[in-house]
């Protein structure tokens, strides 16, 4: 990566700070051979006109991605390394990014996902004219091409927990050059919301351990009147797909079924919501041939 921003990146950033980039790196691996995914995500960030910084918060990242960190937070003036607790939810380290990022806008983007170019500037595009608080994603693929679920039409509730437990496909935009298109919510490893929007509703809701505060955010939008949007034109490419978290998911699925519950029907299912979900993901893991869940 070059040691200091591109001429076009510093004329960007001296007419004010716009996109501050949220990176969590949990489990990175140390580079063997090539870039990891995470080395190519910072610098797919770092390449971005839009992006004027770019906060990567530690949690967990073994010592060898966590000195390397270190090693390019001392050669970059648009990058800051902040460390999290060990005992740290996942969306308390996420908000602690958002605590030291300096932009109007803040993009949640996760340890493997590459921005494609200009993506940023279409995502705030899209914000621009939605009521607030608005919320925008973008469209991602895996490294072959093939379109990842990360956006979900129609409403948020109770029963939402169970459709991702299920990994229920939802269909995908079709207009990849169209407007984009409203939709209950998006996925947190690509998120673009204004400062001041994630600071009125709160930040994501640190009770989440690892899985749902992106759904969780989503809904407080929308309930508060605000857009949720996906932008198709807007792209990054994910690489791998995060481990089974066990009751660890189901946990943040249980937890987001009893912040959604409105009718008396999505209230009874959320009080059996976790033990429900341990034995629909423990059936399908199961049924998978995957091993049992873990803690």
Known sequence: MDKFP?????AAAALEPRVSAIVVARHARARVAGPSPLDLCL?????????????????????????????????RRDLKVVNAEAADTAAEAVNLGAQHARGRWLLFLGDNVVLRRGAVARMAAAGGGAQ???????RLTDPEGRERSVARPGALNAWSSLAVALNWAWPQSRRRQGEPAK????????????RHDFQALGGFDEGFVSDAADLDLCRRAADSGGAILFQPAAAGVQFGRPPARGRRQAQGLALFAMRSAKTPAEKA????????LILVLGLKDLVAGHPPMRR
């Open 269 to 276: 299912f959320a009080l059996i919501a976790r033990p429900a």
């Open 43 to 75: 610098r797919s960030a770092l390449a971005e006109p839009w992006i004027d910084d770019v906060v990567v918060v530690n949690h967990g990242a073994p010592d060898a991605v966590a000195s390397a960190l270190r090693a390019l937070q001392a050669d």
């Open 132 to 138: 607030a608080p608005w919320i925008v994603g973008g």
């Open 6 to 10: 591109s001429r076009e990146r510093s």
């Open 183 to 194: 939709v209950a919510a998006v996925s947190g490893a690509f998120m673009l919301i204004t």
